[in-house]
């Protein structure tokens, strides 16, 4: 049985799309590839999805 792992932000599933795991607070995520250029240059997009994301700051 495989589990799919959801994109935080657009929920596309491993399944549809690549995703990479990311860790935030101890915690393990998935990003797709779409989404990555938002975590590392307006993370303050995450806020609701990522706990803290308004504290993490853009590149």
Do not use: R, W
């Not at 990479?20 to 995520?29: D, G, I, L, P, R």
């Amino acid at each position: 049985m495989s589990h799919t792992k959801p994109c935080i932000v657009c929920k596309k599933s491993s399944e549809e799309t690549p995703v990479t795991k990311f860790y935030h607070k101890n915690s393990a995520f998935y990003i797709c590839p779409q989404h990555i250029p938002v975590l590392i240059h307006n993370p303050q997009e995450l806020i609701g999805l990522l706990d803290g994301a308004d504290t993490l700051q853009g590149g």
